[in-house]
């Protein structure tokens, strides 16, 4: 990697943001923002609440004086006030008990009124025409000031909190002109200390609980991110090295990132599988085509050197020739056919098939080839509509191979034997030959690539060693099962089971079918 190429790789990596700062920023922003909205709410009714509750105690004093003093008709004076105020309240301003005697029974003067103006908060005074007090409940005489209308309120910010002041106009029941006016204020000590206790508690719990959160955000998040971080680790480990084994462990967890974990393993696994098909199908072609080309070019050296002139010698080399040329294609074209065996799910992933339909077209054409065998099919116990999920052309094909290889080994009693039927939700398939047999030893091995029982016979009628190979290759891609049992000098017989497709499958993979047709018409 030249010098420009890593001073890239090293600036794009500055720039590199955290997803955990990034998730755990926008969480936090967002839990700060609805805790303070959350926190104004709260603060903003409480003390609209509180501070209804102090202006209705202002105006029940407000209301109560007004009505007391509103018969008299005259400019107000102390000498008419005090008389038009109850006795409880003379004797409450000349420092008499807060109690009422008999004679004041049936005075209107609430108890509540006396209660209100002996309230420290409460300051009281009213005025006359010429601003002149002529009634006060203390030494803290509210002002009076000028104001608009009958009645008016205001809050007022002081050093001890907010002052609640009210002014209301005296008008005469008798002559309907303002005589005077009444001010109330309102210290409102519970509701400073109320106001100011909430805030502090909020500021407390909010800033608490925001920090709780944010913690709790950073360890849902770390808990969501680290995963990912680990998935990309592996990623770029696979992208420098494609043949590197390593994968991601196994996050115990049963969620969307425990699913993509597992995916992403399969993928890798998938790809790992490719690039081992492409390899061994590479040394595969290399290591089988090594004899016959060495046959061909032995041949043709010969023919080169002096076995033109005899034609005897130029009509075999020619046959022996045409002969490896042949097996050559053929064991090509098996090796593609096993290689394709081993990608069923990339390339036929819908398709499904009538099962009796292929058994008996197969056996058919398999008779009509070797006339001198009995290939005899039963399907009694197969119902016609068993569809498997398979394509045609590789149930044929497995078939075909199973049939063939019945048929190279067969000995004297040239039969073969086809039959299936289904058995809760499987399908059978059996294929019988009465041949030779294959050891114990041989069956645990017929499946692998290139294997033949008798290498020299094999070679003779014509096998590479592939069709067994390719057949379990075709039937374990389709989710099926084949395995064999046999005896020397007895025959084998091969038995392949796949999973029977039920009603509601067949019209799932039908419409799968139909959609992607219509994408490729698109196309």
């Given amino acids: 990697m030249t010098s420009s190429s890593q001073a890239k790789k090293k600036k794009k990596e500055a720039k590199h943001s955290s997803l955990i700062v990034r998730w755990v920023s926008i969480?936090?922003?967002?839990?700060?923002?609805?805790?303070?909205?959350?926190?104004?709410?709260?603060?903003?009714?409480?003390?609209?609440?509180?501070?209804?509750?102090?202006?209705?105690?202002?105006?029940?004093?407000?209301?109560?004086?007004?009505?007391?003093?509103?018969?008299?008709?005259?400019?107000?004076?102390?000498?008419?006030?005090?008389?038009?105020?109850?006795?409880?309240?003379?004797?409450?301003?000349?420092?008499?008990?807060?109690?009422?005697?008999?004679?004041?029974?049936?005075?209107?003067?609430s108890d509540d009124l006396i209660s209100s103006i002996s309230n420290p908060d409460i300051s009281v005074a009213v005025y006359n025409k010429h601003d002149e007090v002529v009634f006060t409940n203390g030494n803290n005489t509210p002002e009076y000031h000028a104001f608009k209308g009958d009645y008016h309120t205001e809050k007022l910010q002081t050093d001890d909190g907010t002052v609640l002041k009210s002014y209301q106009k005296i008008v005469s029941s008798t002559t309907n002109k303002v005589i005077g006016y009444i001010i109330v204020t309102n210290r409102m000590t519970y509701y400073n200390h109320l106001m100011s206790n909430l805030l502090r508690w909020m500021i407390i719990i909010s800033v608490v609980a925001i920090i709780i959160f944010i913690l709790i955000a950073f360890i849902v998040v770390r808990d969501v991110v680290n995963p990912i971080k680990e998935m990309s680790?592996?990623?770029?480990?696979?992208?420098?090295?494609?043949?590197?084994?390593?994968?991601i462990r196994d996050f115990d967890r049963n969620d969307e990132l425990g699913d993509l974990a597992v995916s992403f393993n399969k993928m890798l696994d998938r790809m790992q599988r490719y690039i081992d098909q492409q390899k061994q199908f590479v040394g595969d072609v290399s290591h089988e085509l090594r004899t016959p080309v060495a046959v061909i070019e032995g041949h043709l050296n010969m023919l080169e050197r002096w076995g033109k002139d005899d034609p005897e010698i130029l009509d075999e080399s020619i046959k022996a020739s045409l002969q490896e040329a042949d097996r050559m294609k053929h064991l090509i074209q098996e090796m593609l056919d096993l290689t394709r065996a081993e990608q069923i799910d990339v390339q036929y992933p819908n398709a499904i098939t009538r099962a009796a339909d292929v058994l008996k077209r197969v056996t058919s054409d398999m008779a009509m080839v070797h006339k001198d065998f009995n290939v005899q099919l039963d399907i009694d116990d197969l119902p016609e509509d068993t569809m498997i999920q398979i394509y045609q052309g590789h149930l044929e094909q497995i078939l075909v191979i199973l049939i063939d290889n019945g048929i190279k080994y067969s000995t004297d009693r040239k039969q073969i034997n086809v039959s299936a039927d289904v058995t809760e939700d499987q399908m059978h398939i059996i294929v019988q030959d009465f041949g030779e047999g294959i050891s114990e030893e041989d069956q645990a091995k017929i499946f692998n690539r290139f294997y033949r029982v008798d290498k020299a016979r094999t070679r003779e009628k014509g096998g590479n060693g592939l069709g067994l190979s390719i057949a379990q290759k075709l039937v374990e891609s389709y989710r099926g099962e084949i395995s064999v049992e046999s005896v020397l000098g007895q025959g084998s017989q091969f038995k392949v089971v796949f999973p029977v497709l039920s009603s509601k499958d067949v019209e799932r993979l039908e419409g799968k079918n139909d959609l992607s047709d219509d994408s490729d018409n698109l196309k």
């Fill in 27 to 109: 969480v936090s922003l967002t839990i700060v923002v609805s805790f303070v909205i959350f926190s104004v709410i709260i603060y903003s009714t409480v003390s609209q609440q509180t501070l209804n509750q102090q202006e209705e105690t202002s105006n029940r004093v407000i209301v109560t004086l007004n009505r007391q003093l509103s018969p008299i008709s005259e400019k107000l004076q102390i000498s008419n006030v005090v008389p038009a105020l109850s006795p409880s309240t003379r004797r409450l301003l000349k420092g008499g008990p807060n109690i009422k005697d008999e004679n004041d029974a049936n005075n209107a003067f």
């Fill in 233 to 247: 680790k592996v990623a770029r480990e696979v992208n420098d090295d494609p043949n590197s084994n390593v994968r």
